[in-house]
Antibody, heavy 116, light 108 residues
Framework: EVQLVESGGGLVQPGGSLRLSCAASGFTFSTYEMNWVRQAPGKGLEWVSYISSSGSTKYYADSVLGRFTISRDNAKNSLYLQMNSLRAEDTAVYHC?????????WGQGTLVTVSS | EIVLTQAPATLSLSPGERATLSCRASQSVSSYLAWYQQKPGQAPRLLIYDASNRATGIPARFSGSGSGTDFTLTITSLEPEDFAVYYCQQRSNWPPFTFGPGTKVDIK
């Protein structure tokens, strides 16, 4: 069974940093492209970032470009999102999602709250 | 960036009724459109990919159609577990991947 479990969320002040993790199991992680998708409270889905299976190609939404960094460790079956210079508008549940361009499995998400 | 719009915002129906949800793209996405279902407190679940292909384990009452800019998700006979929010998503021109704002199907 495919499992994606996010962690690392929490309350952070504006301008602060957080590192999210996504632990993958039940499939060959190193062969799949991965993404982060977020959902602000009561709002819709917003794609945040993509990473290729090897980690060599990365893309970002304009709203996070230059502040967030996606990475992965295939030996540890893990996906990461380093979030710097956080803003109130980054408050959301962050989901990791498997797939190149259609997201066939999602984690439950981890809540990031940016507030003073 | 391709903008997706969904209609209606809310659809109030009874179990057993047919649901028809619309997704429109600001420019052609060919057939590169997916549909997701999300229930409160849960992760989204892939229902349909490439406009009309059911994902693994999705019941046959869910079907997708359309191409270009206009797409439809149909649920032929609503089951109690189908009351949820439904999102469309395009993969034709990315980055970025974009989602529609969602249609909430609630119980009448």
């Amino acid at each position: 069974e495919v499992q994606l479990v996010e962690s690392g969320g929490g309350l952070v002040q504006p301008g602060g940093s957080l590192r999210l993790s996504c632990a993958a199991s039940g499939f060959t992680f190193s062969t799949y492209e991965m993404n982060w998708v977020r959902q602000a409270p009561g709002k819709g889905l917003e794609w945040v970032s993509y990473i290729s299976s090897s980690g060599s190609t990365k893309y970002y939404a304009d709203s996070v470009l230059g502040r967030f960094t996606i990475s992965r460790d295939n030996a540890k079956n893990s996906l990461y999102l380093q979030m710097n210079s956080l803003r109130a508008e980054d408050t959301a549940v962050y989901h990791c999602a498997r797939g190149a361009d259609t997201f066939d499995n999602w984690g439950q998400g981890t809540l990031v709250t940016v507030s003073s | 960036e391709i903008v997706l719009t969904q209609a209606p915002a809310t659809l109030s129906l009874s179990p057993g009724e047919r649901a028809t949800l619309s997704c429109r793209a600001s420019q052609s996405v060919s057939s590169y459109l997916a549909w997701y279902q999300q229930k409160p407190g849960q992760a989204p679940r892939l229902l349909i990919y490439d406009a009309s292909n059911r994902a693994t384990g999705i019941p046959a009452r869910f079907s997708g159609s359309g191409s270009g800019t206009d797409f439809t998700l149909t649920i032929t006979s609503l089951e109690p577990e189908d009351f949820a929010v439904y999102y469309c998503q395009q993969r034709s021109n990315w980055p970025p991947f974009t989602f529609g704002p969602g249609t909430k199907v609630d119980i009448k």
